[in-house]
């Protein structure tokens, strides 16, 4: 897997359109979209609930390998960034 540098891109579609994500975002264009249109309170969820989020994505990329409802490579590449979510990285 290629490093990405702190300024390239992804482009992803939702509904609306086409945006540029941060190439090293583990969120997609949805949560780029909130990050555009939401800035004004500067709040964050609380770092137990991103912990939360973190193990309940790596368990159900785990259940879903075992099911082989995802394939290996992406179901891996899920539960690492989801460790690396709950691990506060």
Do not use: C, W
């Not at 891109?9 to 975002?25: L, Y």
């Not at 969820?45 to 973190?54: D, F, V």
Request: charged share 20%.
């Amino acid at each position: 897997m290629a490093t990405a540098s702190v300024n390239s891109t992804r482009q992803e579609k939702d509904s609306i359109g086409f945006k540029e994500v941060p190439a090293n975002a583990y969120y997609g264009v949805q949560t780029a979209r909130a990050v555009d249109n939401y800035p004004i309170s500067g709040m964050r969820a609380h770092p137990t609930l991103i912990r939360a989020i973190g193990l309940v994505k790596q368990a159900a990329a785990e259940a879903n390998k075992v099911l082989q409802l995802v394939d290996e490579p992406r179901a891996n590449a899920i539960i690492k960034a989801a460790q690396e979510v709950a691990e506060g990285k």
